[in-house]
């Protein structure tokens, strides 16, 4: 066999996600939203108090935030919002033991209920190898909960 038929091979089809069904109209948001003036950028340390030692290159772990302002938008067929596919790629190796893979879980969770139901969302691990936890699911309920009882 040649290199690409073991390729092809190796390739899962799937074929459970949720389909987004098109718009008939095709409508696009046309409400005017200024990135530069309504976008939040936050940076917090992850401790209190961290020692640094001068001309030494150190890495300072931290939780960096950014958030559209609020605007209100009448819902109508001229501004209809369009939903993000968001596909978390995680890493469960043993560096993320404790804290870190407990701050992981604390913000998936907390993307899932930001997402709208126009957003689909998917979980893969990995470690040595990759593991697809969950298909591409719109962010309905249902499955708002299938996805945090996974997480």
């Known amino acids: 066999m040649s290199n690409t038929?073991?390729?092809?091979q190796l390739i899962i089809n799937y074929q459970d996600d949720d389909m987004i069904q098109p718009n008939k109209d095709n409508l696009k948001q046309t409400v005017k939203y200024d990135?530069?003036?309504?976008?939040?950028?936050?940076?917090?340390?992850?401790y209190k108090?961290?020692?640094?030692?001068?001309?030494?290159?150190?890495?300072l772990p931290g939780i960096v935030s950014i958030k559209a302002q609020d605007k209100i938008i009448t819902q109508n067929s001229e501004n209809q919002r369009v939903g993000v596919d968001l596909i978390c790629l995680i890493d469960i190796s043993g560096s993320m033991d404790g804290q870190k893979i407990t701050m992981v879980k604390q913000t998936q969770s907390l993307?899932?209920?930001?997402?709208?139901?126009?957003?689909?969302?998917?979980?893969?691990?990995?470690e040595s190898s990759t593991q697809r936890l969950t298909p591409l699911k719109r962010v309905k309920y249902a499955n708002t909960q299938y996805c945090k009882q996974i997480i």
């Open 35 to 46: 990135l530069n003036v309504n976008l939040q950028f936050e940076i917090k340390p992850l």
């Open 111 to 126: 993307l899932l209920d930001l997402l709208s139901d126009y957003c689909r969302y998917q979980l893969i691990t990995f």
């Open 5 to 8: 038929e073991n390729y092809h």
């Open 49 to 59: 108090k961290v020692k640094l030692f001068p001309n030494i290159a150190q890495y």
